[in-house]
């Protein structure tokens, strides 16, 4: 059964880059057939899509984000990561991950979040 | 980009049928398919409608999708209510370049 899990601090400074590693475990991250993504809900409000990844490395970000988002895959240890820069109180959030259909941008499953508290 | 639109919150009594709807700003609802999540607090999402109107295994066939063309929307209708079901619930769907997911609408069964 795939599982996927969410590390990095719990708090990040403003001005500062947030970063996030999601850990898949039952399943090759090298799969053709998905995508991998980070999703955030700030406390209180609704789902946000952050971005996706390909095993190749191909990525594709929310517009609204893209210029402080990377994204990037390490298959030798099947994980892939999440950097946010220039980080403010509005990035304050659960973070999650999961695991992307390649055809239909299905989300499924998804790791359990965690949640990131920016300030000083 | 598109948005997609929810209501906030809607309320029905256990037994009853409620119908959450989902309507796309731009783009042809029918061009991409829609996900339904199912969000109970302090818990991740989980899928109960994937790809318009499938059910992943597990979930109960009281649970049901549908789109409609003539609205741009796509609905999720809960039959047999049951006080288990009180939950979030955002739609999702994407286009050529984005991933966009719905406000999400509270449901309470009371």
């Known amino acids: 059964q795939l599982q996927l899990q969410e590390s990095g601090p719990g708090l990040v400074k403003p001005s500062e880059t947030l970063s996030l590693t999601c850990t898949v475990s039952g399943g090759s991250i090298s799969s053709s057939s998905y995508y991998w993504g980070w999703i955030r809900q700030p406390p209180g409000k609704g789902l946000e899509w952050i971005g996706s990844i390909y095993y190749s490395g191909s990525t594709y970000y929310n517009p609204s984000l893209k210029s402080r988002v990377t994204i990037s895959v390490d298959t030798s240890k099947n994980q892939f990561s999440l950097k946010l820069s220039s980080v403010t109180a509005a990035d304050t959030a659960v973070y999650y991950c999961a695991r992307v259909t390649a055809m239909h941008n299905w989300f499924d499953p998804w790791g359990q979040g965690t949640l990131v508290t920016v300030s000083s | 980009n598109f948005m997609l639109t929810q209501p906030h919150s809607v309320s029905e009594s256990p037994g009853k049928t409620v119908t959450i709807s989902c309507t796309r700003s731009s783009g042809s609802i029918a061009s991409n398919y829609v996900q339904w999540y199912q969000q109970r607090p302090g818990s991740a999402p989980t899928t109960v409608i994937y790809?318009?109107?499938?059910?992943p295994s597990g979930v109960p066939d009281r649970f049901s999708g549908s789109i409609d063309s003539s609205s741009n929307s796509a609905s999720l209708t809960i039959s047999g209510l049951k006080t288990e079901d009180e939950a979030d619930y955002y739609c999702q769907s994407y286009d050529s370049s984005s991933v966009v997911f719905g406000g999400g609408t509270k449901l309470t069964v009371l």
């Open positions: 790809e318009d109107n499938q059910r």
